[in-house]
């Protein structure tokens, strides 16, 4: 029998019908304690912007929150997207939120914009912040900053010394995000842990896994290469249940990759009764197809499959099981059943 990965988390604070967003922040921070409760390794919260489905749009403002309800489980960013913001407010941010919860922050970096064109406009509208192409030196300065003896600038004669934060205790762990082997090369190069997003992108995770291991360089950050992969699950009490659990996510995926505006998500009821069209029909059968949607055993028996088939010892999960209509708008009980499912199985 294949051994039981560790298990994380990666949320997005999905938004549904009914729902505000306090409600939705309120039902993601509750998840986050029943991971910890769990024995779940580490929660990390993604960025994005300006979706009505998802309300995970500050990542360090959650994980404080997050840190304030929780004793054990690592919080971190899945990830900052490096782009919308500047270098050295991104490493203050974490060196705080280290100082806030020593040991237990990870700062996960991505170099997508996280949202479309527009709203990224917006978000550099106060003046420029970091740019995709410099992603790589934008990354070495955030490492630089967050050193406890900071980082020197040279100024004429003069030596400037520059800290995310005064008298450092400890640093947040650095981890490299991306789908493609750009990222994949450079977290090598740079001796980082690094995370390929299956669950997002699919394919590649081979390619991008074995660029990384076989260039890994060793550093100060790492010794060996670290990494793990991130999956989409839904389990039920039954595979039928997992399945209906599972098609309002689906359904929202299929739309915004077929061009339709995006909703908040759909009870599970309302996605039933959806029109869905056959390109739609054919977009969710090529996604279900790299989730993981089962009753408790098969699915847990899934996660290890697919721990074994990329050599990782670690699985971050992204539960994304939709709600009933008679479900509290307060708490994603079925994404607590998701974790509960995959920690006893």
């Not at 560790?6 to 939705?24: C, E, I």
């Not at 699950?233 to 997992?242: L, N, Q």
């Not at 996660?303 to 307060?330: H, I, K, N, Q, Y």
């Amino acid at each position: 029998m294949t051994a039981a990965p560790a298990l994380s988390v990666l949320d997005l604070v999905p938004v549904r019908r009914g729902q505000t967003s306090a409600d939705a922040v309120g039902a993601s921070l509750r998840l986050a304690e029943r991971a910890d409760e769990l024995g779940f390794r580490r929660y990390w919260f993604a960025e994005h912007h300006n979706m009505p489905a998802v309300a995970s749009t500050t990542p360090p403002v959650l994980i404080a929150l997050a840190a304030g309800r929780t004793r054990s489980i690592r919080l971190g960013s899945g990830g900052v997207m490096l782009p919308n913001h500047a270098p050295f407010v991104v490493a203050e941010q974490f060196a705080a939120l280290e100082a806030a919860a020593p040991g237990r922050i990870d700062l996960g970096l991505g170099r997508a914009p996280g949202s479309d064109p527009v709203i990224t406009a917006l978000l550099r509208s106060s003046g420029p912040t970091s740019d995709a192409d410099r992603f790589p030196s934008h990354v070495n300065d955030i490492l630089a900053l967050l050193r406890r003896d900071g980082a020197s600038l040279q100024l004429g004669e003069r030596d400037y010394t520059v800290r995310a934060t005064p008298a450092a205790a400890g640093v947040p762990e650095v981890w490299l995000l991306g789908s493609s082997d750009f990222s994949a090369q450079l977290a090598a190069r740079l001796g980082l842990p690094y995370v390929f997003a299956h669950h997002f992108a699919g394919e590649g995770t081979e390619r991008a896994l074995d660029l990384y291991r076989t260039g890994f360089q060793q550093s100060e950050h790492a010794a060996a290469p670290r990494t793990f992969v991130t999956v989409n699950v839904v389990v039920g009490e039954t595979r039928e249940e997992a399945e209906a659990r599972a098609l309002p996510s689906l359904l929202n995926m299929a739309r915004m990759r077929s061009g339709q505006p995006l909703t908040v998500l759909e009870t599970v009821e309302q996605a039933a009764r959806a029109d869905v069209s056959p390109a739609q029909h054919e977009l969710i059968a090529a996604m279900r197809g790299r989730w993981v949607v089962d009753a408790p055993e098969a699915a847990a028996a899934a996660v290890r499959a697919l721990a074994e088939r990329f050599g990782v010892d670690e699985v971050m999960v992204s539960p994304t099981a939709g709600a009933r209509e008679a479900d509290p708008v307060d708490r994603s009980l079925a994404r607590e059943q998701t974790l509960e499912a995959l920690a006893s199985a």
